[in-house]
């Protein structure tokens, strides 16, 4: 992993980071606690989660749908500066069945909600900084993903809503929207067809790495981005610039 900045940009910060265990969430993590912040990941399969040599994580396993589960996390910290919810997923076209539907909605949007508004207290003690994770989704519509671009256009609009609530508290509350990112949930597409249209589109010839993600989410964490606040940034090598 690559350091854009000083080793100690986070020095007596604590950052949370549900979906911790994997993908953008833990290279966040990992990036935080490179960078000197305190970190605790939670998600699944903590257990399992390999973290990469000198950097230190509390690793717990916790499902963000578990309202007891996440009220207890909160408990068991001291204070809090940074909380990134990255924890997702989709269930593909199976979302167009209310079940389904409900399942991904859970987890994308009211466990994410849930976690923010546990947190609020303990943030506004100090103030922090608040990063979504939106999507490419938040932007179109998926007609094979229904539940997961219902709960990322709803992202955008709950990180401008509590942006705008939070500021009082100076808490900033920004969004991330990555495009094609390599972590195990791209990983699920194996439609070689659709992969090479989704390359095509992109500027740059290339799916983004969780690391690209993470920077970005640094710099949202960070004081350089002091007067940033309601903002959703998009990472994805210019697929939102073309029209095809
Ligand atoms: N990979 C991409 O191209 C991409 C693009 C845009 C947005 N995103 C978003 O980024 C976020 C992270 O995705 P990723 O690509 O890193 O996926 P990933 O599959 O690598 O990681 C998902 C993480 O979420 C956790 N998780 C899932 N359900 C959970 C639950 N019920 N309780 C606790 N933890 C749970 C998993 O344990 C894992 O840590 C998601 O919100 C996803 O929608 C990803």
């Known amino acids: 992993m690559t350091t854009m900045f000083m080793s100690n940009l986070f020095e007596g910060k604590v950052a949370l980071v549900s979906g911790g265990t994997s993908g953008i969430g833990q290279a966040t993590a990992e990036y935080l606690a490179r960078h000197g912040a305190r970190v605790v990941a939670i998600g699944l399969g903590a257990d399992t989660t390999v973290v990469a040599d000198g950097v230190q994580l509390d690793l717990r396993e916790v499902n963000v749908t578990d309202d007891e589960s996440l009220k207890s996390v909160i408990q068991s910290l001291d204070r809090l500066d940074i909380l990134v919810p990255a ?19 859970s987890v994308q949007l009211n466990a994410v909600y849930r976690l923010i508004s546990l947190a609020y207290p303990l943030m506004a003690k100090q103030g ?9 989704f938040s932007y ?12 990322k256009g709803a992202i955008v609009q709950i990180t401008k809503s509590l942006a705008e609530a939070y ?6 509350v920004n969004a991330v929207a990555p495009g094609w990112i390599t972590t195990p949930l791209l990983a699920k597409i194996d ?15 290339r799916f983004g790495s969780a690391e690209e993600v993470a920077k970005v ?6 004081d350089a981005a002091s007067f940033v606040n309601g903002a959703v940034l998009p990472v994805d090598g210019g697929y939102l610039t073309t029209a095809i």
């Open 191 to 205: 439609d070689q067809p659709r992969i090479d249209r989704l390359l095509s589109r992109t500027p740059m010839k």
């Open 217 to 222: 989410i640094a710099f949202l964490a960070s």
């Open 167 to 172: 500021a009082p508290d100076n808490i900033r």
């Open 128 to 136: 922090g900084s608040i990063i979504n994770i939106a999507s490419m």
């Open 87 to 105: 924890a997702g997923g989709t269930l593909g076209e199976k979302e167009m069945e209310w079940e389904a539907f409900n399942q991904v909605l």
């Open 140 to 151: 179109f519509g998926g007609g094979k993903l229904v539940a997961y671009s219902a709960a």
